[in-house]
């Protein structure tokens, strides 16, 4: 059937994007870092909108885009400092702010919106630099071209990568946030909680900017 993946190759892409995935990097970072700051609610948002970012490049990649970020050297640097300068504010604003995250009494203080989160969330997954150049350099490896249409296995195959990361994503947010509730019982420990994930997320984005230089 036209646009179909053979079976294998959607079992050894999943495996090679599940390698990928599982090792803490950008994504899993950035959401160990919402969660410390924020609490659960907003690290899940945030992982949505994360993957849904991932979904988008997917898209542009099916569409031709991906090859020329694989080899424009420029682009590849402005979606780079793009997101590193992105996630250096997120986590400038959580350490300036960590003290909104010490509960006073029993309530807790309330996290930033669902909405909002889910919006950082996409816009730090559709500026990933390394998302981006794995699916320009490795899903289309994947692609069988004798069965035709392209750009539907390359969204097929993309769609795999998405889920899976939000698996692992979300189970990361739950294990930190969780971590977070424990260190909550205590005032003082929940604004080190809250400066931690900031700057977990700015030590993130000054690495993203300084590493991974295009060859």
Do not use: C
Not at 62 to 78: D, K, M, N, Q
Not at 191 to 199: D, H, I, K
């Amino acid at each position: 059937m036209g646009g179909m993946v053979p079976a294998g190759r959607v079992l050894a892409f999943a495996l090679v994007a599940l390698i990928i995935i599982v090792i803490p990097g950008p994504s899993v970072l950035f959401v160990v870092g919402r969660a410390l700051a924020h609490g659960r609610r907003v690290a899940l948002a945030s992982v949505l909108g994360n993957e849904a970012g991932s979904l988008v490049l997917v898209g542009l990649v099916a569409a031709g885009v991906g090859p020329l970020v694989e080899r424009s050297a420029l682009i590849f640097t402005v979606m780079k400092l793009a997101g590193a300068a992105y996630l250096v504010f997120l986590g400038a604003r959580a350490v300036l702010q960590r003290r909104r995250h010490v509960p006073a009494g029993h309530a807790a203080a309330a996290p930033a919106g669902w909405a909002r989160a889910v919006l950082q969330g996409f816009t730090v997954g559709v500026s990933n630099p390394k998302t981006a150049v794995f699916f320009a350099a490795i899903l289309p490896e994947f692609v069988d071209r004798s069965r035709g249409d392209v750009t539907v296995q390359m969204l097929l195959l993309g769609t795999v990568f998405a889920l899976i990361a939000t698996i692992s994503d979300a189970a990361w947010s739950l294990v930190a946030s969780g971590a977070r509730a424990w260190f909550g019982r205590s005032p003082r420990r929940m604004e080190l909680v809250g400066g931690t994930g900031g700057l977990a997320m700015i030590g993130l984005g000054i690495t993203l900017a300084v590493t991974g230089r295009k060859s």
